[in-house]
């Protein structure tokens, strides 16, 4: 079965500190890739998504995330985290031919000013 | 972005009873929607997938004949929760999206409490 793994479940940073999560998916076809974020109180709203083309993938508020095809992997990074990226990050993916979306178990984000 | 709203945010029910939740893609067409279940401080577990005028596809260990969902149209899709027990409480998120090649919107989410 597919599965999506986020290795770090509570992360804690201040603010200017670099960030990367982890993200690792078991599936050994074409696959699709996002990165969701949930600020408290609020809906799932995208921050990047990759389909095809330059594995390095800009996104919203200075996020990126880089897919390793060996790696069966596709971290998040930011370069420079501020007080208001506090969130619960979540990794998905849909797997190519399954009409699906398969979420990771999230990682909560604080960061202290 | 696209808008996807679910009704209601906040539902009680008594044990034994029905409830229905709506979702709606306001502003697009949604081939396919898809219906989650988030635990507390869990992920988001996949109910089913479904798509436009088909029966939507359960993921293993989901009750087809309890999680009701119908997606008659391609705005609107529900989930009946029948006959809810209070193991089934919990936070139902729907998202849609076009097509297999999009990002899908979320909803704002229905707590449900079976009382």
């Known amino acids: 079965a597919q599965s999506v793994s986020q290795h770090n479940h509570h992360v804690i940073l201040s603010e200017a500190a670099s960030l990367e999560l982890g993200c690792n998916y078991s599936?050994?076809?074409?696959?699709?890739l996002f990165w969701y974020v949930q600020y408290p109180g609020q809906h799932l709203q995208l921050l990047l998504k990759y389909f095809s083309g330059d594995p390095l993938v800009k996104g919203i508020k200075g996020f990126e995330a880089e897919f390793i095809k060996s790696k069966f992997s596709f971290n998040l990074r930011k370069p420079s985290v501020q007080w208001s990226d506090t969130a619960e990050y979540f990794c998905?993916?849909?797997?190519?031919?399954?009409?699906?979306?398969?979420f990771g178990a999230g990682t909560r984000l604080a960061v202290h000013p | 972005g696209a808008v996807v709203s679910q009704h209601p945010s906040r539902v009680i029910c008594k044990s034994g009873t029905s409830v229905k939740i709506e979702c709606r893609s306001l502003?697009?067409?949604?081939?396919?929607m898809f219906w989650y279940r988030q635990f507390p401080k869990k992920s988001l577990m996949l109910m089913a997938t479904?798509?436009?005028?088909?029966?939507?596809?359960?993921e293993q260990g989901v009750e087809k004949d309890k999680f009701l969902i119908n997606h008659a149209s391609l705005t609107l899709s529900t989930l009946t929760v029948t006959s809810a027990h209070p193991e089934d409480s919990s936070f139902y998120i729907c998202?849609?999206?076009?097509?297999?090649?999009?990002?899908?919107?979320f909803g704002q989410g229905t707590r449900l409490t079976v009382v």
């Open positions: 998202s849609a999206r076009v097509g297999q090649t999009t990002e899908a919107f």
């Open positions: 599936y050994g076809g074409t696959v699709n």
């Open positions: 998905a993916v849909g797997p190519g031919g399954y009409n699906k979306l398969i």
């Open positions: 479904s798509n436009e005028g088909s029966k939507a596809t359960y």
């Open positions: 502003d697009f067409q949604a081939t396919t």
